[in-house]
């Protein structure tokens, strides 16, 4: 069975929100990172698809029942232990395993931000294709923002860059030496002193603002690492209480 929500948004392609996003975090893993995390905020999102699926009961002989739209919208990208979704980013689409979803709406409160709760269904386990995954980027962009990634107008240094210039330009630090691909890693601790000094926190001081602002250095030490260019990597909840340290 097949379903599309169409949109009027201007929107683009997930190839294209990977390219928009790899050149402000400049590397791609990161990007992923980043947009994946953005598609399963608990505020709901613009992306639009269409989408293919079938429904497996788990047991019982009770037919499975109908798969919305909103369900989906609300659902698909939400990261759980009984569920997979697996990305081709070249081809703007994404598969999704898991138990079935729907959702219920509270009809108590009118003036909820959210009055949509996506429920999953362990009775029945769902194939969802969704192809020509669409979604608006200014809100990405403003997140991006948000957090303090740089406009590409506005390319951002390496934290290592920065913490070069930072020592060059220091009297009482003696003098860098040239980079080299031997360079050993940097402590974690430096990277992340280095990192928040080129990515500041541009928002208000809430605990979820810290948290947002924390996978985002997370997603950047994740690339950093693989690049052998920090020792370490840290857990999420390190990482924002690093941040908040003066």
């Not at 598969?95 to 959210?114: E, I, K, N, R, S």
């Not at 403003?142 to 060059?168: H, K, N, T």
């Amino acid at each position: 069975m097949a379903q599309t929500n169409p949109s009027a948004t201007t929107s683009l392609l997930l190839r294209e929100l990977l390219a928009l996003v790899v050149r402000r975090v400049g590397d791609v893993g990161a990007a992923k990172k980043f947009l994946l995390d953005y598609f399963d905020r608990p505020d709901k999102i613009d992306w639009q698809f269409s989408v293919e699926f079938e429904v497996v009961p788990t047991g019982g002989s009770k037919p499975p029942p109908y798969i919305d739209v909103r369900a989906i919208e609300l659902g698909f990208w939400r990261r759980t232990e009984d569920s997979q979704v697996d990305i081709d980013w070249e081809a703007n689409s994404a598969v999704y395993v898991g138990p079935l979803m729907w959702v219920d709406f509270d009809q108590g409160d009118l003036y909820a931000d959210d009055r949509y709760r996506v429920i999953y269904d362990l009775h029945y386990q769902v194939t969802l294709r969704v192809s020509l995954i669409r979604a608006d980027p200014a809100p990405i962009i403003e997140w991006l923002e948000f957090l303090g990634l740089r406009l590409p107008d506005e390319p951002a240094p390496s934290p290592l860059a920065a913490q070069e210039e930072m020592q060059a330009t220091t009297p009482s630090s003696p003098p860098s030496a040239p980079t080299s691909p031997t360079t050993a890693p940097q402590p974690a601790l430096e990277w992340m002193r280095a990192t928040r000094r080129t990515r500041p926190r541009r928002m208000r001081p809430t605990r979820e603002a810290y948290r947002d602002w924390a996978r985002a250095v997370l997603a950047l030490m994740e690339a950093a690492f693989e690049a052998k260019q920090v020792d370490r990597i840290w857990s999420l909840p390190t990482m924002e209480r690093r941040l908040r340290e003066p």
